[in-house]
């Protein structure tokens, strides 16, 4: 798909890195269905066009990165009776596809805030493996305010976040700064807002360097220990070390090395 196809976000790919912005800035880039199918569908093409090999994920605009769910989308779904739960559609659902498709991504993806980012768009954020911000951004999970609780992107924030700073999140729906994200482990970078893009276009360019088969395997793998028991995580992570240096990158990288010049990474 094209990106001028796209109607809710804007997709290029340049220089090894595919850009994907949230375009719905007068929504403050509110998470739609036709947006998440949408990202889904960027998400598709990003990992299979193989001169891709960072992901940079950013909202239009500099008033909100996202705001998480489209509440009147919301509304309307409850006044229709349509339910979720009730259909027994979880996992086929819109939400529940958006954030299960990050650890399937196999390629590295950075979430560039340059606004704020609250409830389900704070999840976004958080869901990438490394978030850079403005410093004079904003984060919350204000669910609490409307009688509602950030259930889906709890997922992800008790990933990144200790529970005590998590519960604080939570409860007081209180809006922190990038700096005290990054501190509670939700931001990666909080930098001033006239180097935010060109720190992200250096971190995107260093990671795009690297070898994209070593990234994809790296990063499956660490999704694939997650909460397992020590000796199965070692066992795992032994077998594909053993696998990945068989790789033509894995030698290519060590001859490079001890030949004293750059890799030349084709991605075997």
């Known amino acids: 798909m094209g990106g001028d196809m ?66 009147g989308g919301l509304g309307r779904a409850q006044a229709d009776g349509r339910s979720v739960a009730d259909a027994g559609a979880v996992r086929e659902s819109a939400p529940f596809r958006l954030f ?9 993806i950075i979430a560039r805030l340059a606004g704020h980012a609250v409830a389900g768009g704070l999840g976004l954020a958080a869901a990438c493996d490394l978030v850079i911000a403005a410093d004079d951004v904003k984060l ?3 669910e609490v305010n409307v009688g509602l609780w950030p259930m889906m992107i709890m997922a992800i924030i008790n990933r990144n976040v200790a529970p005590k700073h998590a519960f604080r999140l939570y409860y007081t729906g209180a ?27 250096e ?49 290519e990288g060590i001859t490079a090395f001890l030949e004293n010049r750059p890799p030349d990474f084709q991605g075997r």
Do not use: W
């Not at 036709?34 to 994920?57: S, Y």
């Not at 299960?100 to 590295?108: S, V």
């Open 175 to 201: 809006r922190v700064t990038a700096a005290e994200g990054r501190d509670i482990g939700l931001v990666t970078e909080a930098v001033p807002r006239a180097e935010l893009d060109s720190r992200v276009d």
């Open 6 to 71: 796209f109607e809710t976000i804007l997709y290029s790919a340049d220089e090894r890195i595919a850009r994907i912005t949230l375009n719905r800035p007068d929504a403050r880039n509110a998470l739609s269905d036709q947006m998440i199918g949408e990202l889904l569908e960027a998400f598709e093409r990003a990992k299979a066009d193989p001169e891709v090999r960072v992901i940079v994920l950013t909202g239009a605009g500099d008033r909100a990165f996202c705001a998480g769910a489209d509440l």
């Open 203 to 251: 971190l995107a360019r260093v990671i795009a360097a690297k070898s994209p088969v070593g990234l994809r395997r790296g990063r499956d793998a660490f999704f694939a220990v997650e909460g397992r028991p020590l000796e199965d995580q070692v066992a795992h992570l032994l077998s594909e070390l053993v696998e990945l240096s068989a790789t033509e990158d894995a030698k």
């Open 100 to 108: 299960t498709a990050f650890p399937k991504l196999g390629k590295p």
């Open 140 to 142: 919350a999970t204000p």
